[in-house]
């Protein structure tokens, strides 16, 4: 795969615009950057996705890429990021989360630029390239509760040193598909014992936890 010298916006995009670059190591030692230009160019006021290869010395007349499945992967789901970043321009749009389709059943998820990967086990012919769409729900519930335990122990002046979640769930026997109970143990070492009651209160009520509580309506409908 090979490229022209970086033109000025590009030089410009990579000293400014450091927050929407992502950055992915290949097994072969070569680095892909993922990025965008700034909006509001003169020669691309709409925003351009740009891809650095990462060109080295033994590089001559050409440079090229060689990357495993998994990887592959990892950058259709950065490409897809700075693209959706791209479409929106300015404006946020009322669907901040959007999901294409990564290859085999691997799904690429963009939040505002950030990147995601989502995949299935063997056992579901996916490649096991990252966490399943189910495993992801639970994380999000830990990070959330992790996130609440984080401020409380700010609030009370306590360190945030080994603060931990663990995530168990077990999935319904019977239809439809779903997770039937998940179990959250948040560790803090070092909060005295008259703070943990309000740290586990906390952690409750954090907003992923309270969207189980009190479902939101979802609504799903074709484009």
Partial sequence: MAGPPRRQEEIT???HDQAARHHLMTECGREIVVGRLPFGG???????????????????????????????????????????????????????????????EAYAIAVRQHPLLCDQGPDLDGDDSAGTPTELFVASLAACAAFYAGRYLDRHGLPRDGLRVTAGYI???????????????????????????????VASHCTVHNSLRQPPEVTVELA
């Fill in 13 to 15: 995009m990579t000293v």
């Fill in 42 to 104: 003169g020669a691309h006021p709409a925003g351009r996705v740009t891809l650095d290869v990462g060109l080295r010395d033994y590089d001559r007349d050409e440079a090229w890429l060689s990357l495993t499945a998994a990887e592959s992967r990892r950058l259709a789901a950065h490409l897809l990021a700075q693209a959706a970043a791209v479409e929106r321009r300015a404006t946020p749009p009322a669907e901040v989360i959007e999901v294409a389709h990564a290859g085999g």
């Fill in 171 to 201: 999935l319904a026997a019977d239809r439809p598909a779903r997770v039937a109970e998940i179990r959250l143990r948040v560790s803090a070492p070092g909060v005295p014992e008259q703070r943990r009651a309000g740290l586990l209160a």
